[in-house]
């Protein structure tokens, strides 16, 4: 089974969508925790957690971030083959087609497979809309970013290192990237995004991105330390390319709907 871990604040109007993306790429669990969340995030995936597509848990406190990830490694311990350690503005998905079990497969000899960023700027947008993430934001950086984010066989790593950038795998394993070769740190020296990639919607719009910095950081406690000013440089370089590949998941995570709850029109009874 694939399954993925969140550690989430204040995130109501996002975690829908990242669900129905993840059900898609064949997800069949999530372990969410909740961060002090002060929104309706609950009630918004009541669904979910009604059809046990979500188990959900209340984790607050400052920086405690590496806690909850060793946590859910302890939970997912038995129950998953694959544990994908993501946040609300990140999207994993295969380079091309097929499916990402299938792909996962080639890793298999592995504790985990490290997988490359590649960074979505804000496409110029101001101001916040109700339509989806993948919908709207379709420029990104021209290649992978170096940060990698980890998908591990749970029996296979010990703990977290790096949050979800990072983990340390038991004896005779090693975390791979996309090519096979061995890492241990959370920068890959050779990115690459050929056969896995995570869409990560670092900006969003500018009234998203003041809103998400102004709070203090998962897995340090502290709020963002760099200026708006600095995010518009780099935003330049991330909205640089046209990029439209999510957006081949749409309609199947519009099919989602209705009926039992979410999920249930997704070809699972």
């Not at 670092?202 to 910095?213: A, C, N, Y």
Request: overall charge neutral; some cysteine.
């Amino acid at each position: 089974m694939l399954a993925a871990c969140l550690c989430f604040k204040d995130s109501a109007a996002y975690l829908d969508e990242w669900l129905r993306f993840h059900f898609v790429q064949g997800f069949r669990r999530f372990y969410l925790y909740n961060n002090g969340s002060t929104d309706d995030w609950r009630q918004r995936i009541a669904g979910w957690i009604r059809g046990g597509w979500v188990v959900a848990r209340d984790f607050p406190g400052l920086g405690v971030q590496a806690r909850i990830y060793d946590d859910c490694l302890a939970a997912a311990r038995g129950e998953a083959a694959w544990l994908a350690f993501l946040d609300d503005d990140e999207f994993l998905f295969p380079a091309s087609d097929g499916s990402l079990a299938g792909v996962l497969e080639r890793y298999g000899a592995h504790a985990g497979v490290a997988v490359s960023w590649m960074i979505y700027g804000s496409s110029g947008a101001a101001a916040a809309e109700p339509r989806w993430v993948t919908e709207r934001f379709l420029r990104r950086a021209a290649g992978a970013d170096n940060h990698v984010k980890c998908v591990v066989r749970p029996e296979r790593v010990v703990r977290s290192h790096v949050i979800g950038h990072a983990f340390v795998p038991a004896g005779g394993f090693d975390i791979v990237d996309e090519s096979g070769r061995p890492i241990s740190e959370p920068l890959s020296p050779s990115p690459s995004a050929q056969v896995l990639r995570i869409n990560h919607y670092m900006v969003k719009s500018w009234e998203e991105w003041r809103l998400r910095r102004s709070r203090p950081q998962a897995d340090s406690g502290i709020p963002n330390i760099h200026p708006e000013s600095s995010w518009r440089q780099w935003d330049e370089a991330w909205s640089s390319v046209e990029d439209r590949s999510a957006l081949r998941f749409l309609q199947a995570m519009r099919d989602c709907t209705a009926g039992g709850g979410p999920a249930w029109r997704c070809g699972v009874d």
